[in-house]
């Protein structure tokens, strides 16, 4: 996948298997093998996991006569680490595997947990910036990503690569929705007004992170002489910032990011924030495999995601997911939002809850 910060072609990924008493459950580390300004890369994530977070949600476990802490109160345990970035992508692993182990356990589906309800969730597709930089390109990867269910597209940009493509796609489908986001690649330009506002005729749904993640008054600054909504992405790092950001008017439209937010309850609180401020959000992705995007179905099932999040098949972007996923129905172009218990299918089929006896976390 081609963006403004280079190109993806490996995707490893990371579990957290958490095995206790009653039986256990799955975490996944959204982390990418490359870092960017506010995500940091996997290896960092590991590293965080393996000397700090899980020691620490040993103890806590330990705290309390060896009984895990509640999800509910995971993330409180990683969220204010100076090192909080990795530690955030840490505790939300974690907080998915505590989770996924609370809800096997209870026999209940994230979805419920979370309190949506909406039972199908459409899809979103992202459309890189083709090596060859040709219209034709994107068209096809366009058409393919319709075609595959898709109901909204967004398309990455960068200085040089922006007006053409989106011309030829709204020249091709005139009703689309259609977005794009530039992953703060216009903070390196004179004036990004100027550079931008050959966009605001094409009738986008939004521009994402124009700027840089710290640049809140650059964006509110655009947003003043833009008619494209912008909207944030890596700037919401924490419930903070998207206070901020809203306060500054300089997010019309949120990509929230469970991971890099410290998990999915942190997601959802934040997407009741968007909700009550009236701001569209939609779910962002991290090339996730089949758990943590499963996870990712049932967050977009909430209230607050209005728009289509990045919730297309991992099987469209890996060439192998070993966890598994709904298919999209092709009648109403939705995904059914899972009802199995916990969060997401394990990697490689592992059986939902192994019973066997093994010491309980801490001990
Ligand atoms: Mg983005």
Request: aromatic share 4%.
């Amino acid at each position: 996948m081609g963006t403004s910060a280079g190109t993806h072609a490996t995707r490893p990924v990371a579990y957290v298997h958490l095995v206790t008493e009653e039986g256990g459950g799955w975490g996944e580390v959204a982390a990418l093998p490359r870092g960017t300004a506010v995500d940091p890369p996997l290896t960092e994530v590991w590293a965080e996991l393996e000397q700090w977070a899980i020691p620490r949600l040993f103890e806590a476990t330990a705290a309390r006569s060896g009984v895990l802490p509640p999800a509910a109160q995971v993330a409180a345990l990683f969220g204010t680490s100076e090192r909080a970035a990795a530690a955030r992508h840490a505790g939300a692993a974690l907080e998915m595997a505590v989770l996924d182990a609370e809800l096997r356990l209870a026999g209940r589906c994230l979805a419920e947990r979370l309190g949506a309800s909406a039972t199908e969730v459409p899809t979103g597709a992202l459309v890189g910036v083709p090596p060859d930089h040709s219209a034709a390109s994107v068209l096809t990867q366009v058409d393919q990503a319709l075609a595959a269910g898709a109901t909204r597209i967004r398309l990455k940009i960068e200085p040089g690569w922006d007006e053409a493509p989106v011309a030829a796609v709204r020249r091709a489908y005139p009703d689309l929705a259609l977005q794009v986001d530039a992953n703060g690649a216009y903070a390196a330009v004179d004036d990004p007004a100027d550079a931008l506002a050959a966009l605001d005729p094409y009738g986008l749904a939004c521009l994402e992170q124009p700027l840089r993640p710290a640049d809140l008054p650059g964006h509110a600054a655009l947003a003043e002489r833009l008619s494209t909504p912008i909207a944030l992405d890596e700037s919401l790092t924490t419930r903070r910032r998207l206070v901020d950001a809203i306060r500054y008017a300089a997010c019309r439209v949120a990509c929230l990011k469970p991971a890099r937010l410290g998990g999915l309850l942190a997601a959802r609180e934040a997407q009741d924030l968007c909700r009550a401020e009236g701001i569209p959000a939609f779910v962002g992705g991290f090339f996730e495999t089949g758990l943590a995007r499963s996870a990712n179905l049932a967050l977009a099932a909430l209230p607050g995601f209005s728009l289509a999040g990045d919730l297309a098949p991992p099987a469209s972007y890996l060439d192998g997911d070993p966890c598994g996923y709904p298919a999209l129905s092709e009648r109403t172009r939705t995904i059914a939002v899972p009802t199995d218990p916990g969060v997401g299918p394990p990697p490689l089929g592992t059986p939902p809850a192994e019973r066997r006896r093994h010491p309980t976390p801490g001990h």
